[in-house]
């Protein structure tokens, strides 16, 4: 049975691709007979319970084209996370407006208030299918190869160290380039794909799925820059000690905590800054440099994939489909088959709400600070095509004249 | 009358297209009879001190070509600033070799060089024929309409903030992009270029040229957020107060010098940090985050502008022609014609040597805080084709039903 009107809201950080999906859920609910009103909400959940919403069905499939292919969440986002009476408030709204179908563009807390949203519908025993559609640049939802946004996010950073570790090499020293990514290590692992020649950087990759040791990072980092004469190292922004502890919180004097009670980890450069400064101390090494991504990983206008385009596309209009066509709720999630090849499916919402992945043993390295082969075979089809490459001279040495 | 041997090499920052100049040497160089060689020098006059030459003379024009279209210095790069001294040390290692024209791709300090260079030559009545080529994100040198590689870091920084601006509009709040320039605004001002519709972001940009005051700072932040709800801030690494002190040293405890005697402002993010410290605290606003472009600005793989690359090109090429057939020493210049055309000239090199140009008043608006259309017509010809564009849903406001 097709409702008359359906929802769509996008959550949590923008990424290069989520209006993709957006425009995805509002093309293919177009399509389909029945369907009236295509509303949206100003600011995701926010934008539902304060009826801040708007009216999609009029705009033009060609504007619809030219926002998908737009960075950021054109209807606004939140970081709001409800509880069950901020559900409640929601559900109330989508009853108010004879909403019979209900779609959140988010990461893990948005899909845990889409099943909140589900369960309020099922006791409220109104007819609303509720579906939760993947999308976060940390690529930390459990039932996805990978989630949407990801794949761009990755293509920046590679392509930042890939620059870097050349600018290194051109002015020797030691680089630390800080990755978004609070408990999965995937974007920052991102790093090694920027990698061509075997004494490329990054040379050293700091990921939060394993314990970080200030005296065994500065061993690592004076043996690479003994052995190469500089160094490239690759950083979560999330890398803990051994009771878990944020590296970043031994410096930081004032933590501001968000509404999720997180620590903030990005928009501040003192990660890389205190270990710059560590490194300078300890190690004595001069020309230390370090970066912090911040929001230019996530936002920057022109670096995105062609693969997560197209499939940040498909979840979108897959959602519409499963909730059309299914008799459940749930979360849509992206398959891989071959080498390389997305399908999709539909989670029950439980099985993704709330749930955190991260970087699989398989894909880290023994030494802990590289990935393997496994993790570059992973990645490297979801950078999409065009990837840039980078090319050395080969000159041979002229015989010296005055010092032979 | 052609030399036999030929010598270049590159100094200074990396750019995305300075390898294109070395290119342009190199083929140009080839093509001329006579020339049996052509030399390169590993990290610019350091190398040649040193005796590091290698030999481009076999380097395939494929590869040539690949490592052209590379960003960051091929034949690596370097910080000194060679005073007479070393510029004797240079001198005496060209006359060794018998190399009989010099091409040195660099910045302000790296054009002075060539002319001390030359200047020992002359006095030694040695046939050197000395060409400085223009490189440098800065934009600072003078004679020159902008300089190769300037437009490349310029589309970086404005891409960067047309997609910081789409992230602060799906999630309010202050957000502090801080470029490079230590005495010129140029790449500050390339912000602009990444606002299209008039709400757009950036609201406010800080530039070396004008006097830095925190309180009208905090006063623009605090009227701008209040008129748009949020506040996108683009802000020169080299802002300073009225006596000249850098505002990063008002916080920074220990300040480290490099070897031309300069605050280090690059590779920390202290100054963003410091002023989202100053909003958070005096203005009670809760969103603020702080971003620091660093290297990612002159080093990004895969985003370069296709008339830099080409202009890049061309003053290689044009420095040998000048050798080949001017008469004369000099500084090549890249002018300016229409809307628009690149020509170029030769300068003599006491002309551009040491000095430094910053912004025309006529490029920064009245109130100090934004650019004129003037700039932006000036720049946008220079970030070249394909530039990404942003664009925005127009619905229409649903009525409300609950709270109507």
Known sequence: MNPRKILVAQGGGPTAVINQSLVGVVLEARRHRGVEFVYGARHGVRGIVNED??????????????????????????????????????????????????????????????????????AANYALRC????????????????????????????????????DNAALPGVYVGVVMGRHAGFLTAASALGKKFADDGPHLIYLPERTFEVDRFLADVKA?????????????????????????????????????????LSGTGALADLLCEEIKAKLGIKRVR??????????????????????????????????????????????????????YELLPLEAVAGKTRTMEDAFISASGTDVTDAFRLYLRPLLGSGMPDAFRLRPNPVAKVLRR
């Not at 940390?138 to 950073?157: K, Q």
């Open 224 to 264: 690479t820059h003994e052995r190469y004469g500089r160094c490239v190292i690759a950083v979560s922004e999330g890398i803990h000690d051994a009771s878990g502890q944020p590296i970043i919180t031994t410096l930081a004097k004032e933590l501001e905590r968000d509404a999720h009670g997180n620590v903030q």
């Open 131 to 166: 579906i939760h559609i993947p999308k976060t640049i940390d690529n930390d939802l459990v039932g996805n190869d990978h989630t949407p946004g990801f794949p761009s996010a990755a293509r920046f950073v590679a392509q930042a160290f890939a620059g870097a570790n050349l």
């Open 53 to 122: 919403l708007v009216d999609l069905t009029q705009e033009t499939s060609h504007n619809l084209e030219l926002v998908a292919a737009t960075p950021a969440a054109a209807l606004g986002s939140t970081r709001d996370k409800p509880d069950l009476a901020y559900c409640q408030e929601i559900f109330k709204v989508l009853q108010a407006h004879e909403i019979g179908q209900f779609y959140y563009v988010g990461g893990n807390d948005s899909s845990d208030t889409v099943r909140i949203v589900s369960e309020q519908a099922q």
């Open 290 to 343: 370090g970066d912090t991504f911040g929001y230019l990983q996530r936002s920057f206008i022109g670096c995105v994939s062609d693969v997560d385009q197209r499939e940040a596309r498909e979840v979108g209009e897959k959602a519409v489909q499963y909730a059309m066509w299914g008799h459940r709720d749930g979360s849509v999630a992206i398959k891989r088959s071959g080498y390389y090849a997305a399908d």
